[in-house]
């Protein structure tokens, strides 16, 4: 299918998967080792911040509490990455019609909303505690350069992406088309010579 579409746009085309690829993998990474200590910052700060409560527990479970929390971090974070590298691992198709019915939810998935997600899982816990909930106030809470990334040069890679494989799949189905109309005249020739 790849072969059939303008050397121009093909070559536009590849550039922006690789273009969108770069900032996914420092979106990736940056999840992969610096959401779940962002976490466990605002988790500590949250428990600094109810000495009563943690008064009322033990040493030992204090601790014990907080390794539950940092584990439920850690796998909520893992889970994150994993969901996207699958994302990005489905920009990488040559199949343009499959990567079009995609690209809305790749869009909606890959913004901060859906990586400040990422501590409801850990709320679950403070609130078994009686301890209120914690949130991430922006991209900015994990690193002012993962702020970037995710609000500035993610979604215009991904816009401009998304525009040339809109452009693609439109040059590969008037392609197929011209080639239908090319063969069709011949099937009828053939079958009026049989006839």
């Known amino acids: 299918m790849m072969a059939t579409l303008d050397p121009g746009l093909l070559r536009d085309l590849t550039e922006a998967k690789a273009d969108l690829a770069k900032h996914g993998v420092v979106i990736v ?23 009563k409560r943690m008064a009322q527990m033990g040493e030992d479970e204090l601790d014990g509490f907080l390794e539950k929390l ?13 969901l996207y590298v699958r994302l990005l691992t489905k920009l990488g198709t040559e199949f343009i019609g499959d990567l079009i ?6 869009e909606q998935l890959m913004k901060w909303d859906r990586i400040a997600k990422t501590v409801e899982p850990v709320n679950e816990k403070l609130a078994e505690k009686g301890f209120g909930p914690i949130e991430l106030s922006g991209a900015d809470s994990i690193s002012e350069s993962f702020q ?15 525009v040339l494989v809109t452009e693609a799949a439109a040059q590969i ?11 069709a005249p011949r099937k ?7 006839g």
Do not use: C, N, Y
């Open 29 to 51: 990474r940056t999840i992969e080792t610096d959401l779940e200590p962002a976490i466990m910052a605002q988790v500590k700060s949250l428990m600094a911040s109810s000495p």
């Open 70 to 82: 940092r584990k439920t971090s850690e796998r909520s974070a893992r889970q994150l990455k994993d």
């Open 101 to 106: 019915k995609e690209l809305d939810g790749i």
């Open 148 to 162: 970037v990334q995710v609000e500035q040069k993610w979604p215009a890679s991904f816009e401009r992406f998304k």
């Open 173 to 183: 189905a008037k392609s197929e088309l011209e080639e239908e109309e090319r063969s």
């Open 188 to 194: 009828t020739k053939k079958a009026a010579k049989k």
